[in-house]
Each structure stands twice: as structure tokens, then as C-alpha cells.
């Protein structure tokens, strides 16, 4: 976690779901679980932007269009997320899409990426592929 981008285990998780963060997203940062669906996967990355995990967001993305490496703008501070649809991606899916729009501030000015994700399980874990 990057030193500017601290998140209190009991504070809101940024993923806009009603639990802690320790209870939410960071339960899946930390490695104690997995996320169940490609929503729960598509919230916990943007929470692991939001709160600087690098790490997480490496070992989470499909081997086959993973980075080397990462690195995040510290300028940047995600402020919101909303889900605008979701297509497959539960326990009964091998793929699945989420659309979003995730609100940040640059600088001090608003900023939005809207996108649609694609998520696949590998080694029958959710992981993002790319998005557009």
C-alpha cells in the first residue's frame, strides 16, 4: 500500500458496498479469500486502486495481458464507483462483463473513466482480461 493512499481497516470500503474495508475488499487484498464474482473482482481492483495495492492489482489480471509492472499516479484519488450493468460473471460462469464509471480527482479536477471490463476465471479464480 502506497504510504498516500492509507485505508484504515475499519473505515468505508471504497468500493461503495455498506461494510469495512477489512470486511470488504480488503479481506481480498489481504489474500484471506477470493472474490466470488466478477463484480466483487471489478469493485475489490478499483478499491485496490484507491487505496494503492499494486500487488493485488498485478495478481489479479489474466496472465495473458498482465503488465510486468505497475505504477499508479499519486495524483490521482478515486473518489466513487457506480456499476451500470453486469452480464455473466457469477459461480455459474466461466466469464463475465461489468460496465462502471469510476469517479477521481486529478489535480484537483474531476475526472470519470466509464468501461466495460471483461473477466474470465483462470486456475478457477475471477480475474480481469481488459477493458474498452
Known sequence: MSKNRVSPAASPCPCGLPASY???CGAFHAG???APTAERLMR??????AVGDVAYLLRTWHSSTRPAELSL????RWTGLEILSTSGGTAFH?????????RCRVGGAEDSQHELSR???????WV???GT
Not at 475489490?44 to 486502486?49: G, K
Not at 499516479?73 to 490521482?76: A, G, K, M, S, T
Not at 473477466?119 to 479464480?125: I, K, L, M, S
Open 22 to 24: 477489512a470486511d470488504c
Open 73 to 76: 499516479d499519486e495524483r490521482v
Open 119 to 125: 473477466f474470465v476465471r483462470e486456475d478457477g479464480r
Open 94 to 102: 466461466q466469464e463475465g462483463t461489468v460496465e462502471f464509471v469510476a
Open 32 to 34: 484471506r479469500s477470493s
Open 128 to 130: 480481469y482480461v481488459d
Open 44 to 49: 475489490s481492483r478499483y478499491s485496490a486502486f
